[in-house]
């Protein structure tokens, strides 16, 4: 195991971090901007560095000042939570380079990964369902507007290099296609520096489902069940449970096996998501993989009972899994919830500032809040809004619906508006409680008859 890692991130998986490497007796670099300066993570780890001014690009994007980092203070290894350099195989292949371990899988894995058009090809080779769309990139709008006659409407406009909701468009008619194509292209080439296009056929209404693995350097790759993200604004998941309940025990080891041959595809090693969609009949699709720990970790470990992090430590340090896919058994029912600084009855707009009085929920079995909050803390207006994530597991799904509700209504924040009031609603509709949902459910019908409260 290593003596002395350094954290690439900051928020509440820094934190999740330090205390997983603190527990396994691991020491901790913490690296932080100048607008973090009094963040609990730059508090937590034994050793901290600022390494540059608050925008992201010119710190926690900044691979020179990360690496000087690790080099000065002789870290043996980076982790990279998840954002901003998580997925960068750039950065992992410098780290390589300059002999620090990459806390996750190999720079040409990555790129393989990354790329959602090599990815699809990769899936097919390896027997795994993909959705029916392009062959490789999209040249042109002319191009665009064929094959999307040939697979027919509504189709799905994707980034190659995408993620995070970005560089996607939804087209449900031809007319619509030049516009979105030009928008979604913009887009890309200016968060991703690559506006490659590619075309799917969308399948709806769907289920996001995805599948955790673990791989080592020894080639044992195992998965640790299913994750339902189903519940989304915007593209991005709001609400996860695991398991699924529209996936039986003969679908989750299909799908499961699937997520293994998919890993097995790039020899994969570390911690990954295998990420599908699944329509109403229970034909499942590939859509594309994310190679780094997710936001919604917790839940599976809450189920399984697995540590994933420190399992990512443990393989990036050289030693074999220690786990059969026949140790994976599925406990329970897990639930989480992503507790942003936004408020919702202003279309959700970003709501930083300095938090007066914190109370996190906490007292009972089953209850785990992530985060990097504390009483006085000032929330900085320059990062994601995420500031929480409130974690359950019960005995079965109604206990952890029921355990949900009681958390969300005892969090406080005072003096900074959370989406807290809008999850506690979500995750007490009628369709919820009964798991009778899809993609489309929050966008389409929960919040054109939700009435905030102002």
């Given at each position: ?17 330090i205390?997983?490497?603190?527990e396994?007796g ?11 300066k ?6 937590l ?32 290894a980076?982790h ?13 292949s ?15 894995t ?6 959602k ?32 006659e ?10 190659a ?5 970005k ?43 995805e ?5 080592d ?40 096996m ?14 990954g998501?295998?990420?599908f ?11 594309e ?9 917790p ?15 443990e ?23 992503r ?24 007292g ?57 009031e ?5 995750i007490?509709?009628?369709k ?23």
């Open positions: 195991m290593f003596s002395k890692i350094l954290i690439a991130n900051r928020g509440e998986i820094a934190v999740r971090i205390r997983a490497c603190r396994l691991v020491r901790t670099v913490a690296v932080y901007s100048e607008a973090d009094n963040a609990l993570h730059a508090e780890a034994d050793e901290a560095i600022c390494i540059g001014p608050a925008k992201a690009s010119d710190s926690y994007l900044n691979v020179q000042q990360i690496l000087s980092a690790a080099i000065v203070t002789k870290a043996e980076i990279p939570g998840f954002g901003f350099l998580s997925e960068n195989s750039r950065f992992a410098m780290c390589e380079e300059c002999n620090i371990v990459f806390i996750g899988p190999k720079s040409k990555i790129d393989d990964m990354g790329n058009i090599n990815a699809r090809r990769l899936m097919i080779e390896a027997n795994v369902p993909v959705i029916p769309g392009s062959a490789g990139a999209v040249a042109d709008v002319e191009e665009a507007l064929t094959i999307a040939e697979i027919g409407y509504p189709v799905m406009l994707k980034a290099a995408g993620g995070g909701g560089g996607i468009r939804k087209v449900l008619a031809k007319e619509e296609l030049p516009q979105h194509f030009s928008s979604a292209q913009q887009e890309a080439k200016a968060a991703f520096g690559n506006d490659d296009m590619y075309i799917e056929k969308i399948v709806y209404p769907a289920r996001h489902i599948v955790q693995i673990l791989g350097s020894f080639g044992n790759i195992i998965h640790l069940g299913e994750r339902d993200c189903s519940l989304q604004r915007n593209n991005q998941k709001v609400l996860e449970e695991s398991p699924s309940v529209v996936i039986s025990e003969e679908k989750r080891q299909e799908i499961g699937a997520a293994v041959r998919a890993a097995q595809a790039v020899s994969y090693q570390n911690a998501t295998i990420e969609l699944m329509d109403e009949s229970g034909s499942f699709y590939f859509m993989m994310n190679t780094r720990i997710q936001v919604e970790h839940i599976t470990e809450m189920v399984t009972g697995v540590d994933l992090v420190k399992k990512q430590l393989i990036a340090s050289g030693e074999e899994l220690g786990l059969k896919q026949e140790d994976i058994v599925l406990t329970g029912h897990a639930i989480e919830c507790i942003n600084a936004e408020n919702p009855a202003f279309n959700f707009a970003p709501s930083p500032g300095k938090i007066h009085n914190l109370l996190l929920p906490s009972g079995m089953g209850l785990r809040v992530d985060s990097a909050m504390y009483s006085g803390y000032t929330i900085p207006p320059y990062y994601d809004s995420m500031i929480a994530k409130v974690i359950v597991h019960g005995d079965n799904r109604f206990e952890a619906l029921m355990k949900m509700q009681r958390a969300l209504s005892e969090l406080v924040t005072d003096g900074v508006v959370t989406n807290a809008f999850q506690l609603d979500l007490s509709h009628p919820v409680i009964a798991g009778d949902y899809s993609t489309a459910f929050l966008q389409e019908e929960f919040l054109p008859n939700w009435t905030p409260e102002v």
